[in-house]
């Protein structure tokens, strides 16, 4: 009797690691690049360049907070600037095959992106996929996240104004 129930014990955990090695094996390209950005879960702060520059942000002391939430399932990003009053927040979500950045922002729209790592794994994309909102000051169109180390990434930003691009680069260093 015992051997008959450490045999079927055997047999579970036989199945149940073929199982999770199948699921690791077929992860979407989604979830890898998903898997990426939650490395990114701390403090960073670093300073912000523009192009053409922006006198209410260009030089600026910038605080980023990324938060791994919603057990697993979601990343959320906060940005806060020593010269703005606010802080846009993004929200990052594998939903079926897409990585799905959603961007609230302080223009008063929600931008979604579409993400996908390099093949070499430094970078993760963001190509404009659609917004609601007021779009009468324009929008967030495209966004990279560069991974350098496991202390240094940076972000670029690109807002869409009446069909000119003002880019945000941000050269951060983990804090925690």
Known sequence: MKSRIALSVLFVLIAAGAFASDATATQSDAQKSFDKMKTLAGSWEGIVTTVPQQADIEGTLTQV???VTSMGHT?????????RPDDPITMFVVEEDRLLLTHYCDADNRPRM???MSPDGKTV???FLDV???LQYGHMQHAVFTFLDANHHTEDWTFMMKDKPMHAHFDLTRKN
């Open 65 to 67: 907070s990324l938060r």
């Open 75 to 83: 990343l959320m990003h906060e940005a806060r600037g020593s010269k």
């Open 114 to 116: 579409v993400g996908r």
């Open 125 to 127: 994309e963001f190509d």
């Open 132 to 134: 609601t909102g007021n």
